[in-house]
């Protein structure tokens, strides 16, 4: 394979271009991806690292949305039933086209009065109709002995049965990394550490940006005919960087997850506690090993690095306890962390949980496009209507979209029966690991190992090899240790101390890639190991 070389790209990307586009999540990636397939010259810029943000901090669910289905039919509200009618569709393509960082898991939702049955059952059925031919599982009920055996995990005090149905999971920040490598297949210009600190403009309009290099203190400025604001949070923020005058649009909300010991959920296995004490819902999810417990709901404020409270922490670990018959306290906490979602919404409105996260395309009178709200599950949705609108208001005459049946980088060869061949050659939490996280560059990952003796894993007890770290380095756009043990490998988000011990070692071997000075990866080991020592 051809290294990626983060010098040549900072050098494209002060050509050019005929779509800039500014954010670089699950949106701005999308997009990058569907205009470069579709003929645009392309160029991604992101102020952190692909997916720093909120687009590797989901709930790593692909899903219609139960819930938003359900204040549909409450409210007859067309736009929260097409939303999920959308989503379930695009739940259906994205399972294919990233097949090894996407898959199949059934929930269950736990029930404790007779008459919650039929209402439950009703209602996922329909959530099973709905998504038509492209369904992926049938929603079924189980009996309260069958539910415990499914799931032993319950207490089973008053507990009258369970309702089963079926929804994807994926993750997030490698698929986030798979739709950015596949648009600079498509052609496209991705650069992680560009911050946009200014705009250029001709008659009033937006023709480009002014963009610093974080990595080394370099600008350039980019020059593009359309530009596309795809910063998720901080849309508004960019927004009025054009134009100081421009009334907010957005609303964020905070969402906190927290791992868990794997022995909180079967290995096969989700829950959804369907109402909390303030009427939200609660999912506890098998993730990589361990447990994914999350999310809260509350008004937040943008920032670049939200924490979770205290208070988020205790409300998750109060609703644990009350379904659990394990002890759940605030010492098995082993990650946990908050994700801002922006909300395009009415602000006077007072309830967050209330909102569909449908997505909104806005023009300023300046040219900037604004592209907000959605969710993971339509992220391709989404930038297939941005292209379709900058093709239907700039006569551009392009081809149809293609990325539904697009696959992505690491999926074209990937067989199923991978992680089993792989178990000959290696262990099996690590064959199970390369498997799921590369798909079919597993084997190239392996072959880097042989040819470079690096086979060690980074910390004990994870399945992370050292030789990951080099490929990352060289063929993914990992640019700081951070960048590796946040996203590359989700480490840090399941072991926040064994990231940090993992550190010197990831660092090391960045150094010799990257040719860093010794003082200048300290500097990085240290900025990543203050951010991990922050976490609650």
Do not use: C
């Amino acid at each position: 394979m051809e290294r990626i070389d983060r010098r040549q790209l900072v050098r494209a990307a002060e050509d050019r271009f005929d779509l800039l586009v500014i954010g670089g999540g699950a949106t701005g990636a999308g997009v990058a991806l569907e205009a470069a397939t579709r003929g645009l010259k392309t160029l991604l810029v992101e102020k952190y690292d692909f997916a720093a943000q909120t687009s590797s901090r989901s709930t790593k669910l692909v899903h219609g949305g139960v819930r938003y289905l359900e204040a549909a039919i409450k409210r007859f509200d067309r736009v929260q039933w097409n939303l999920v009618r959308d989503a379930l569709r695009e739940r259906a393509t994205f399972l294919r086209i990233a097949p090894h960082l996407a898959w199949k898991i059934e929930l269950l939702t736990p029930l404790y009065r007779a008459y919650e049955i039929p209402y439950y059952l009703t209602g996922l059925k329909l959530y099973e109709a709905l998504a038509g031919r492209a369904g992926i599982g049938r929603a079924y009920f189980l009996p309260a002995a069958s539910a415990k055996a499914r799931y032993p995990q319950l207490k089973p005090e008053g507990l009258k049965g369970a309702v089963v149905y079926a929804d994807g999971q994926f993750d997030d920040a490698r698929m986030n990394l798979a739709v950015v490598l596949t648009a600079l297949e498509a052609g496209a210009v991705a650069l992680n550490h560009a911050e946009v600190t200014g705009f250029l403009f001709e008659s009033g309009r937006v023709v480009g940006a002014e963009v610093k290099d974080r990595l080394s203190g370099g600008t350039f400025a980019v020059r593009a005919d359309m530009v596309v604001n795809a910063t998720g949070p901080f849309t508004d923020r960019l927004r009025r960087l054009a134009d100081p005058e421009a009334e907010p649009m957005l609303v964020t909300s905070s969402g906190v997850h927290l791992v868990l010991p794997g022995r909180y959920a079967p290995m096969d296995t989700g829950l959804l506690i369907p109402k909390t004490e303030d009427g939200r819902v609660l999912f506890v999810l098998p993730w990589e090993g361990y447990t994914l417990a999350g999310t809260t709901d509350e008004p937040a404020e943008v920032t670049e690095h939200p924490r979770p409270s205290e208070g988020e922490i205790g409300y998750i670990l109060r609703h644990l306890s009350r379904h659990f018959a394990l002890e759940v306290g605030r010492e098995q906490i082993r990650s946990a962390w908050s994700g801002l979602r922006p909300l395009v919404r009415d602000p006077r409105a007072k309830d967050t949980a209330q909102l569909a996260r449908d997505h909104v395309i806005h023009e300023e009178k300046n040219g900037l496009v604004t592209i907000a709200g959605g969710k993971w599950t339509t992220y391709r949705k989404m930038a297939e209507d941005l292209v379709d609108y900058l093709d239907r208001t700039r006569g551009l005459g392009l081809p149809a979209s293609r990325t539904a049946g697009h696959v992505l980088v690491g999926g074209r060869d990937y067989d199923p029966e991978e992680e089993a061949e792989l178990a000959l050659q290696i262990d099996p939490d690590t064959a199970r690991h390369l498997a799921h996280t590369y798909g079919d560059r597993a084997r190239a990952v392996l072959a880097l190992a042989r040819e470079r003796d690096l086979f060690s894993r980074l910390v004990p007890g994870q399945p992370f090899l050292e030789a990951e770290v080099v490929w990352a380095a060289r063929y993914e756009l990992a640019e700081t240790p951070l960048d590796f043990v946040e996203r590359r490998v989700r480490l840090a988000f399941l072991e926040v101390e064994a990231a940090r011990k993992a550190l010197p070692r990831i660092t090391e071997l960045m150094r010799a890639e990257k040719g860093w000075s010794a003082s200048e990866a300290e500097r990085l080991r240290k900025q990543a190991d203050d951010w991990l020592a922050l976490a609650p």
